[in-house]
């Protein structure tokens, strides 16, 4: 079993950087995918990026692509979320997950989630 727990978020200026963190409990992390996902206000979950167990291979969204970066550390059971160039219209919670299938982009193939963590992105 994996507990994860993000943090890192907050408010920020249009055109402003901030970096998510992930850290996670339990032996088995580095046997795990991790996926960032966000959620907006009357909105469904959507995917923002993952990287593979070994952290050699990445995918994004279309819509965050060239401006966020997802990186892990195994040493430290945490998986990071750097964003920058960022807009209003990134403005949501997002979570982290982990789960077994490579570049899932579905929440639902994800097993585990925490608990989310606000980015406000104000124009």
């Known amino acids: 079993q994996v507990q994860l727990v993000e943090s890192g978020g907050g408010l920020v200026l249009a055109g402003g950087s901030l970096r998510l963190s992930c850290a996670a409990s339990?032996?088995?992390?580095?046997?795990?995918?991790m996926g960032w996902f966000r959620q907006a206000p009357g909105k469904e979950r959507e995917f923002v990026a993952s990287?593979?167990?070994?952290?050699?291979?990445?995918n994004y969204a279309d819509s965050v692509k060239g401006r966020f970066t997802i990186s892990r550390d195994n040493a430290k059971n945490t998986v990071y979320l750097q964003m920058n160039s960022l807009k209003p219209e990134d403005t949501a919670i997002y979570y982290c997950a982990a789960g077994k299938v490579v570049f899932a982009t579905r929440p639902s193939l994800y097993s585990y989630w925490g608990q989310g963590t606000q980015v406000t992105v104000s124009s």
């Open positions: 339990g032996r088995t992390f580095s046997t795990y995918h």
């Open positions: 990287v593979t167990w070994s952290g050699t291979s990445t």
